[in-house]
């Protein structure tokens, strides 16, 4: 028996994938093997991909060769899972035979079974050892300590088939996790620290077989005392998500923190892109989420969809001038293959699709500083991030982690997870400086 076999698991994409990464790392604890901080000096190297855009799909292959030269030297065993394994599982086996183990994400929850026959002398050859087991979960809780916030997974997978989106291929129809496993995921994430929970999924508005269903499992989760703030990401703009936000509007634990993905506003675009709404109904749909005062939005766009023309190029430009909208994830149209969107005529060229994500770009730094001067002097409930030796970095309820903005602060003895105020004293394009006041 080798006790001492470890993995490290590099995580790329979405905060769904970091979601599925801790679900993986948690099974193989569970199996006795040690999670190692560093990938050069882990026996087993797991890479969770993504594939979402062709940017994604190079970022991955990137870094898969980089763990090829490492395995080289290392002599490591390479496993490559999760959205671009699912989605080039041919290819990728015969591009890059250095790779020892290749699954797709409708076995992450097999992980620990699959990699475990795979790699048998890696594991333990009776049940796990108590005391390590033990060890393991202490350790890595410890290390968990360290996160303010949490990602955990209301459900997988899409029915909405928009016509650029790979997802549904990748990770199938809509599935939603059992109510039970979902709390049981929250109180774990709370006892080992985090004070807030961010629920992740593909399309959480379509949760349960009623919105009330929805409703109740949030507040079930608001009235968790250790929980802080809930942050319910990836509202689709349709007519449930604005009735949801009645909910927003009178639970003070959810986030002031609004994020509904539109993609377009010209009515005509998101026809083409099989997904519905147009710009006066996106427009009262934010008007309602600001009925919340304190309220911030984040939404996306994907400009240069193929039949795009000046005038609906406008039109965003009109409606981010009017929404202002706090954060904004911008993308040029990348056809992938496999999608409607691939097939269709009208194609913009590359150089036309950056030109359009620069002019909304432009729109809406403008729109961003204005947002940032009228922050200055004024103070938020924020969150203690990560403290470092001359800097700490704090985070505003208005923000999600690992995707918008931060507070730099010097305030010196804080600690991760502490909750106060934070009063803004300067910014930079993003990201703010201020003081933390505890
Ligand atoms: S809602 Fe549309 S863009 Fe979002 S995952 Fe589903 S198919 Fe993709």
Known sequence: MNSSHSFHIITLGCP???????????????????????????????????????????????????????????????????????????????????IDLLFGTGKYSQADEIIRSHFPEYFQQKRPDLELLKRNLHLTSKKKNNSSFAYVKISDGCNRGCHFCIIPTLRGSFHDSPKEEILQDVHKALSEGAKEICLVSQDTVFYGKSLDELSNLIQTITEIEDLKILRPLYLYPDKKTYKLLDLFLTNEKIAPYFESPIQHVSEKVLKSMNRIGNKNFFIDLFKKARQRKDLEIRTSIIMGYPGETAKDVDEVIQFIQEVKPEKLALFGFSPQEGTKAYLLSEQLEEQEISHRVNLVREAHLEVLKEIHISRIGETYPAIVDKVGKKESIVRRFQDAPEMDEVVYVKNSNLKVGQIGKVLIDNFSEYDMDGVFLE
Do not use: H
Request: hydrophobic share 35%.
């Open 16 to 98: 769904k994938n970091i979601a599925d990464s801790s679900k993986m790392e948690e099974s193989l604890l569970r199996c006795g093997l040690n999670l190692s901080s560093s990938p050069e000096k882990s026996d087993l190297l797991i890479i969770n991909t993504c594939t979402f855009i062709t940017e994604a799909t190079n970022e991955t292959i990137e870094t898969i060769l980089e763990a090829v030269d490492l395995k080289k030297k290392s002599n490591q065993k390479l496993i490559v899972v999760g959205c671009f394994a699912e989605r080039y599982s041919k290819e990728i086996q015969e591009e890059i035979p250095e």
